[in-house]
């Protein structure tokens, strides 16, 4: 962390709405759900403010934070009430640079569910995504999602919330709110593939471990190996 770029604060209010309404948009979220968070110095974020939807945030609602869970700065309003699992991310991993938090449609069903995304039949996901595990489902806000997620936030590229939706991070919140949409689009694969045509061809073995050395060979350390 200590050769970290940081963003300037301006730049990260910016970037923050400007992934709010990409959210909002692509019916990620609904009303005011979801959260997002950016890592704007070693041990300070802005996150979204609670009870605001992403759609239609202004830059000073948003709420700055140090990870001790200290309010800096909140122009009056409280932080997202699931700013618990955002700073645990960031205290388990100091590569983690953003956080998104959403309900897409596909990710949240497979969450109901509580089925991972792990089958081998999409290359993309392989190489840029890996595996999407789904956690046991937790009360939101409390102590218990934070603890679910911490195990995979060095590993994995994103989780599932069992009966929530979907949390994914980055090294940038661009590069986490990228992931969020691969996890949705690679859940949308697996419903069509899995319960609409009701047939996959799944790739083996040798042919996983050729993606998974084009993904090394593309510095990604991160996403585990799917099930072939």
């Known amino acids: 962390m200590s050769e970290a770029v940081f963003p300037g604060d301006g730049e990260a209010r910016e970037e923050i709405l400007d992934i709010g309404r990409r959210m909002y948009q692509k019916n990620y979220v609904a009303a005011n759900d979801g959260n997002i968070s950016l890592r704007i110095a070693r041990d300070v974020i802005l996150v979204t403010p609670a009870g605001v939807s992403k759609g239609f945030m202004k830059a000073a609602q948003l709420v700055k934070m140090s990870l001790d869970g200290t309010v800096l700065?909140?122009?009056?309003?409280?932080?997202?009430?699931?700013?618990?699992?955002?700073?645990?991310?960031?205290?388990?991993?100091?590569?983690?640079?953003?956080?998104?938090?959403?309900?897409?449609?596909?990710?949240?069903?497979?969450?109901?569910?509580?089925?991972?995304?792990?089958?081998?039949?999409?290359?993309?996901?392989?190489?840029?995504l890996g595996v999407i595990p789904c956690v046991p489902y937790k009360t939101p806000g409390s102590q218990g999602v934070p603890d679910s997620v911490a195990p995979y936030c060095r590993d994995y590229n994103g989780v599932l919330l069992g009966n929530h939706g979907a949390l994914s991070w980055g090294a940038s919140?661009?590069?986490?709110?990228?992931?969020?949409?691969?996890?949705?689009?690679?859940?949308?694969?697996?419903?069509?593939?899995?319960?609409?045509?009701?047939?996959?061809?799944?790739?083996?073995?040798?042919?996983?471990?050729?993606?998974?050395?084009?993904?090394?060979?593309?510095?990604?350390?991160?996403g585990s190996v799917p099930l072939s």
């Open 73 to 128: 700065q909140s122009g009056g309003l409280k932080p997202s009430s699931e700013v618990k699992m955002h700073l645990r991310l960031y205290l388990e991993n100091t590569n983690i640079m953003g956080v998104t938090h959403a309900h897409p449609p596909v990710c949240t069903s497979f969450a109901i569910a509580g089925v991972s995304l792990d089958k081998a039949v999409y290359s993309e996901a392989i190489v840029n």
């Open 173 to 222: 919140l661009t590069e986490a709110f990228f992931r969020l949409e691969s996890m949705e689009h690679y859940a949308t694969i697996l419903m069509y593939t899995g319960n609409i045509i009701g047939k996959a061809n799944v790739l083996n073995r040798d042919q996983v471990g050729e993606l998974i050395r084009i993904r090394e060979r593309l510095g990604i350390t991160t």
